[in-house]
DNA sequence: TATGAATGAGAATTCATTCAT
DNA sequence: CATGAATGAATTCTCATTCAT
């Protein structure tokens, strides 16, 4: 089926990357559909048929593209996660994880936010077993949680994904220049995940910077996924 | 735009609201640009140049259906809300009314959410006129929140675009099936956004029944939006 | 799958038997695969975007040509026959009518004969069907003049298909203008099939042309199958 | 046409060889035109850029398959055929050297009967000059023994074209497994071409093994073309 | 000899839209 | 109101071929 061998040279690789990187720029501000392969072509400077030698189908780019995301975002994951810190901690650097990732990879993110069903059947496949796994983490992370808390519990879905909801929906409205800095963005929104809108601006900035093994600067200064 | 005089027999009105019913769910299941006018033909069972009658541009079929779902928002809204009502109720009513609906048209609701930004300049223009007075009411409500608790605050458009994505986010995970009832969900997610994932468990489920004028249930009732 | 709705108007038919004579002539020409449907469009004076609403696929289109030719071969045959007549008449009855009917659509059936294994799965099974149904009839005559004769058979196989064999082959090497008349051409063809080359000239003529029914002449003016 | 010096070390004619070859089994089974270059790096293994050392276009490839065809067929004819042979002999011969060719070498006749126009001019012309040397031949055997014979003729055209067909048409319907074995094949085949299908089986055998100066057999074990 | 990478030309097909009726 | 027939423009993808190495 697949007319091309599997070339794994260093050039090759590097390429590909940096038409992956174009094409996420492209898909997420035309979006999938509206963008032509030609469009790619001429961003990247190659002709249309040169590109096809990087990729089968125009569904696999959009493939490479998220599985790439998912990858890097679980292997940061497992890279920064310690079993010493405590479930609060972790879920924190779990979502500050994923916020950096976000924010400094945003048409990856926007791409794997808005083209998860651009997908075909086979590729989309592939997808959800990264994403499930993904998933799962946190998920256990605050079926944790609220173990250990105790009391009346929300929802485990619900709490789950009302996190994602805030988090990935930052694509629709965020603009670097009139918001907040990253940093405080997600400070913010941990609060209110964690404390609510009513009480979160109350709880002491400490808590949030003191506990994280790594200060997020550090984490920041990390994530551009680009080389 | 359209040369045509604006018809407005009863007739004319019913059929139309019918393709947007049906165009709504094909676009929610395939996507706008996937689904092409011969699929709404099909659906419809009208002939491809019967639809080009009630518009003259498949963009123009995604806006009405976007422009309705944010008219009877804000309509829905108007009528519910009541001065009398303290601040935090009113934050209710409003997440209450946009989940109502949202569950209620979530076809609609979804192509809101996800097929944004695939309407032309034009269109989006006038969307994006809706679009911020509907959002302006949450914000102000917040804000006046915010000014009457004190203390240090969260910043506004974190906090407005928080609740949206908690909110919007429920078209990619949500499955009646299998996922809590509809007004169990909202109240969860209320109890999340106010008193954050930790706390939102424990607070008493009276705080969320009693203070709003209507009922959960008869919010519910009057939801469908396609008669 | 398919985009079309079924319309069956005069004017529907006519066009598309339009289409379908060109088509097999360009066929014939250049073969199937160099054909593109751009040169149909040329020769048809349509757009190429205004044939494909008479056929959904290059493929169907020959799939169409070679339908007809099967469809058209079986009836006039059905007509031709008589249970009267003898084993020996039936068969050079059979082989008038596929010579006359092959000189006479000399495009479509060079096409049937040579772009035989360019049809997809799902159409090839279709015209399967329809071939073996020719065939047979052949093979059931031959079988039964073998009876009749007795004495040391040929294979049914063999003598079915080189029957065909001779017929058939007459796309690559006949010209009009050089070669014998069609009549002439059929009767010579059968000497050689029913006594060989070595006696076939000898046989009399009148062997020939008594025997039929339907004078060639007759079975001549009837054929041409594009209206 | 071709700029390169023409290499002939045994290596490279080995090598040419097996190209050959295998492309014919590929342009047998899909046809010269669905038959990509690609398709014939995957079968011999060596990359698309390396193929084209051994051919300077696809198009040459299928010349130097159906050239070297006809130059063995050729070859072998003037080997086999003594003029001290007797006309029907002569005759007996060619078709036994035909036949046997083919269907030792089925993939290369196939495509030599069916991939008869994909030439382009050039090559075709070239090819023409031996077809043509290879059809005189026989034509010219079919001449002598009507001559000798007497009594009214048959066409010398459709003689000779009647004679390939039933041969060349063996490609569509002969399968090993099912059909009779090559010499039975030719023989009842011979007998139908001389004689008749009414009188083909009724003719001594002794009349068509005795008289040939090379056994079947003997003939057969001559054939395979590829080393 | 051999190949990885690249390309121009062209292929089939789809689509939104129109227009005469 | 409704539709059958038609079309221009674009889209994805394939292919034979080349060239630097």
Same mark, same amino acid.
């Given at each position: 089926?697949?007319?091309?061998?599997? #070339?794994?040279?260093?050039?090759?690789?590097?390429?590909?990357?940096?038409?992956?990187?174009?094409?996420?720029?492209?898909?997420?501000?035309?979006?999938?559909?509206?963008?032509?392969?030609?469009?790619?072509?001429?961003?990247?400077?190659?002709?249309?048929?040169?590109?096809?030698?990087?990729?089968?189908?125009?569904?696999?780019?959009?493939?490479?593209?998220?599985?790439?995301?998912?990858?890097?975002?679980? /292997?940061?994951?497992?890279?920064?996660?310690?079993?010493?810190?405590?479930?609060? %901690?972790?879920?924190?650097?779990?979502?500050? =994880?994923?916020?950096?990732?976000?924010?400094?990879?945003?048409?990856?993110?926007?791409?794997?936010?808005?083209?998860?069903?651009?997908? %075909?059947?086979?590729?989309?496949?592939?997808?959800?077993?990264?994403?499930?796994?993904?998933?799962?983490?946190?998920?256990?992370?605050?079926?944790?949680? /609220?173990? /250990?808390?105790?009391?009346?519990?929300?929802?485990?879905?619900?709490?789950?994904? %009302?996190?994602?909801?805030?988090?990935?929906?930052?694509?629709?409205?965020?603009?670097?220049?009139?918001?907040?800095?990253? #940093?405080?963005?997600?400070?913010?929104?941990?609060?209110?995940?964690?404390?609510?809108?009513?009480?979160?601006?109350?709880?002491?900035?400490?808590?949030?910077?003191?506990?994280?093994?790594?200060?997020?600067?550090?984490?920041?200064?990390?994530?551009? =996924? =680009?080389?």
């Amino acid at each position: 089926m697949s007319n091309r061998l599997e #070339p794994t040279s260093r050039n090759y690789d590097e390429k590909l990357q940096g038409i992956l990187k174009i094409s996420a720029k492209i898909f997420a501000e035309k979006g999938f559909h509206r963008t032509s392969v030609r469009d790619i072509s001429r961003a990247t400077k190659m002709s249309l048929a040169g590109l096809y030698y990087y990729f089968t189908t125009k569904e696999e780019l959009l493939y490479l593209i998220q599985e790439r995301c998912f990858v890097t975002l679980l /292997q940061r994951w497992e890279r920064a996660a310690t079993p010493v810190m405590d479930v609060r %901690t972790r879920i924190r650097v779990f979502a500050e =994880n994923h916020l950096s990732f976000f924010c400094h990879n945003m048409h990856e993110m926007k791409v794997m936010a808005h083209e998860d069903e651009s997908l %075909t059947e086979e590729f989309q496949v592939k997808i959800l077993v990264l994403k499930r796994r993904y998933v799962r983490v946190i998920m256990d992370l605050i079926r944790e949680l /609220q173990d /250990q808390e105790g009391g009346k519990k929300v929802d485990l879905r619900v709490a789950t994904f %009302t996190l994602f909801g805030m988090m990935n929906w930052i694509y629709t409205w965020y603009q670097p220049k009139r918001d907040l800095p990253l #940093p405080q963005l997600m400070e913010q929104m941990l609060r209110i995940y964690f404390f609510g809108v009513l009480h979160g601006g109350a709880v002491e900035a400490s808590w949030f910077n003191s506990t994280s093994g790594a200060s997020s600067k550090e984490t920041f200064s990390l994530w551009h =996924n =680009n080389q």
